[in-house]
């Protein structure tokens, strides 16, 4: 995976990769910004993985809890919902399906381009 992503593409996608590392086990944001990152998405940082998890929360489709912390204050804890459960379903199907399109028209042979001074 390269260290840089198109924002465009990252922008429709980065709600279900939380939603599904939320699925894997409930973390607080900076642990999430870090496991995003790990799995290859170096380029997104907690700037925009905050408020991503906040639109989530208003959404109803994660749930916070304020654990204590030794090295500082409470850190706020996200975990799904069923709601957010319901969203990743659809959103993992929906992604499919769009992969599925894209790769479909990617993969067609181009005609030969005509060189150039014939």
């Known amino acids: 995976m390269t260290s840089s992503h198109d924002p465009q593409l990252l922008k429709g996608v980065l709600s279900l990769l939380l939603l599904h590392l939320l699925a894997e ?65 659809a959103g993992t199907a929906g992604w499919a399906r769009h992969v599925s399109g894209v790769e479909a028209v990617l993969s067609r042979p181009l005609p030969v381009a005509p060189q150039k001074g014939s």
């Open 25 to 89: 086990q409930e973390s607080y944001g900076y642990e999430v910004a870090q496991r995003i990152q790990a799995a290859g998405f170096s380029d997104v940082l907690e700037g925009t993985v905050y408020p991503a998890l906040a639109r989530l929360e208003r959404e109803g489709r994660l749930a916070t809890r304020l654990v204590a912390s030794s090295s500082g204050p409470a850190r706020k804890y996200y975990r799904l919902t069923d709601a957010g459960r319901e969203a990743l379903v």
